[in-house]
């Protein structure tokens, strides 16, 4: 992977969608390697769009990860240098637009084992969703991020709506859909929508630190929390459930374990 920082002409060309044929390009591909689960976009060329049809494959590589108990990481990221993602097939918006866009997005949401996007480039319309998806969102200096859906006349989708309001907030959420304005990488950083901001070539490095910082944590810690974090976010979360988790952590050996060999380092 050797990213570089998306085209100032990003935006307008991945909102025409180039008129481009559908299913140009690959389906999204999955591969697993060292505990490592990268997910790619692969269509460059449409700026990594999403066509109808390939939210089911997406959601079978998803069962995928899902059931690979050696994976601690699932990396999602797009082919090229230009675009991570520019959403949706503008000319299916109409037509094709059905719940399986969203229930790709709500799936990647809730997968147990901690998330990355890594944007390679500038991000629109679904494809904003499809990182915010994530855990943690790392992009290239120069990225960029533009939300087309008000000037088609779009009333966003409600998990959509709430992943901007609940993770960026309020104010960010209502800038980027009911202004229509373009969101330079400094300022994604600084309202929350980036974890990190890193130059092209450094890329492959953070993830890799991501990837080996979770190893060292225990895989059953990291979901519980993943998950009880994520409900907490979304209002669903008691304080009974909090303490179950906790206690049982306390009890299991893998814990005891490791508590016992910091203490002989000490």
């Not at 700026?47 to 108990?69: E, G």
């Not at 319309?125 to 991020?145: E, N, Q």
């Amino acid at each position: 992977m050797s990213p570089r920082p998306a085209a100032r002409n990003g935006a307008r060309s991945a909102a025409e969608g180039e008129g481009t044929p559908m299913n140009a390009g690959a389906a999204p591909t999955l591969e697993i390697a060292d505990a490592v689960a990268t997910l790619t976009l692969r269509r460059p060329a449409q700026h990594n769009r999403i066509d109808p049809d390939d939210p089911a494959v997406f959601l079978s590589h998803l069962d995928q990860v899902r059931s690979d108990p050696a994976v601690r990481l699932l990396v999602l990221t797009g082919e090229g240098e230009k675009t991570f993602c520019s959403g949706y097939t503008l000319g299916q918006i109409g037509a094709r637009l059905d719940r399986s866009f969203e229930d790709m997005l709500d799936a990647l949401e809730s997968l147990a084992v901690p998330t990355l996007c890594a944007l390679n480039g500038s991000a629109y319309g679904g494809g904003t969703d499809l990182a915010l998806a994530c855990d943690f969102r790392i992009g290239v200096r120069g990225c960029r991020l533009f939300m087309p859906a008000a000037r088609f006349g779009l009333h966003y989708y409600p998990g959509g709506l709430r992943r901007f309001v609940t993770r960026l907030g309020c104010s960010t959420a209502k800038k980027i859909f009911l202004t229509g304005m373009t969101l330079e990488s400094e300022e994604l950083l600084r309202n929350g929508f980036l974890t990190e901001l890193v130059e092209a070539e450094e890329l492959p490095a953070r993830i890799a630190l991501y990837r080996d910082q979770i190893a060292r944590c225990d895989a059953q810690a990291v979901r519980s929390m993943k998950q009880h974090i994520d409900a907490i976010c979304a209002g669903e979360w008691d304080e009974v459930s909090g303490r179950a988790a906790y206690e049982a952590s306390l009890a299991s050996e893998e814990t005891g374990r490791r508590l016992a060999a910091l203490a002989e380092r000490s």
